[in-house]
């Protein structure tokens, strides 16, 4: 069982839906928790990051973790056709410098 | 502000040569990463370096070897090459250790080898 464990779509929505992402995990040693966004042919961009259980808001975007559950999510409001990406969860132990990706979610946004 | 520069982006190797690629921080990130992100794959942690020291290493097959320089740019060596090394090589940088995750990628080196 890989550490981290995302569904790779590919998932596809019209403009303006409401997106959810997943990622599950088995270390309970992780404490930091990311996302990322990778465009075609490019290097992945930090879109959220949080440390503690609990949301975090910024713009359309929210990013939700528990703790308990070994569960992070992304929320993508109001979907945009530049939304379109592979959406990357990433986790890191405290004093361990590696991120460990999941395998990435394909978004699709459709105008 | 100049972000953290990769190159060559693409390379084109034969089997059992060798290939080199090169990383260029942000400036003022003393921390650099490799990874490996095969076709379809999630990003797979190669090795890291702090302060020119290696700082952790991940899935780095010992015919890879990496090194970080006193300008903090890092340059990982692959000889021996296999089929299997295609894949994307993403350089990150940071500032500070231990940091929180939040990396800065390069636009990836495309390593083909045939």
């Known amino acids: 069982q890989k550490e981290v464990e995302q569904d790779p779509g590919p998932l596809s929505v019209p403009e303006g839906a409401i997106v959810s992402l997943n990622c599950t995990y088995s270390?309970?040693?992780?404490?930091?928790f990311m996302w990322y966004r990778q465009y075609s042919r490019k290097g992945p961009e930090l879109l959220m990051y949080?440390?503690?259980?609990g949301n975090k808001e910024d713009g359309r975007f929210t990013a939700q973790v528990d703790k308990s559950s070994k569960y992070i999510s992304l929320f993508i409001r109001d979907s945009q056709p530049s939304d379109s990406a592979t959406y990357l969860c990433?986790?890191?132990?405290?004093?361990?410098?590696?991120?460990?990706f999941g395998k990435g979610t394909l978004l699709t946004v459709n105008p | 502000a100049a972000g953290v520069i990769q190159s060559p982006r693409h390379l084109i190797k034969e089997k059992r040569e060798t290939a080199t690629l090169k990383c260029y921080p942000i400036?003022?990130?003393?921390?650099v990463y490799w990874y490996q992100q095969g076709p379809g794959q999630d990003p797979q942690f190669l090795i890291s370096?702090?302060?020119?020291?290696?700082?952790d290493k991940g899935s780095i097959p010992d015919r890879f070897s990496a090194q970080q320089f006193s300008d903090y740019h890092s340059e990982l060596n692959m000889s021996s090459l296999e089929l299997g090394d295609s894949a994307l090589y993403f350089c990150?940088?940071?500032?500070?250790?231990?940091?929180?995750?939040?990396?800065?990628f390069g636009e990836g080196s495309r390593l083909t080898v045939l």
């Open positions: 990433a986790m890191k132990q405290g004093s361990n410098y590696k991120l460990t």
């Open positions: 270390n309970s040693a992780f404490q930091y």
């Open positions: 949080t440390y503690s259980s």
């Open positions: 400036s003022r990130h003393d921390t």
């Open positions: 370096f702090y302060e020119k020291m290696q700082s």
């Open positions: 990150a940088s940071a500032p500070g250790q231990p940091n929180t995750g939040e990396l800065f």
